[in-house]
């Protein structure tokens, strides 16, 4: 049988309680905004088929009229017309 708590018994004893002072709140971390690309922003350019044409006619003339490159001659021109920026 389990014993009872008699109104002799010791009563229990407590656990001591220990003032702890509060941490210190770490110091402010100053915020750094990021920094903004250093490249330059995109610009987007609108070729019409004229301008890319014209171009791509230059080229094929440039290069000595050559048969079966009007592709090739086609995206020059777009590349070039692109990096050049059409005035």
């Known amino acids: 049988m ?3 708590a008699s109104a002799h018994s010791k009563p229990a004893m407590s656990t ?3 003032a702890v002072p509060a941490p210190k709140p770490a110091p402010a971390t100053p915020t ?3 920094k903004a690309p250093s490249a330059k922003p995109e610009v987007t350019i609108k070729l019409t088929h004229d301008q890319i044409a014209k171009q791509a006619y230059m080229i094929w003339l440039a290069k000595g ?4 490159k009007d592709r090739e001659n086609w995206l020059d ?4 017309l692109s990096t050049a920026g059409v005035k």
């Open 65 to 68: 009229k050559p048969e079966g």
């Open 2 to 4: 389990a014993k009872r």
């Open 77 to 80: 021109a777009i590349s070039q």
């Open 16 to 18: 001591p309680t220990i």
């Open 32 to 34: 750094v905004a990021p």
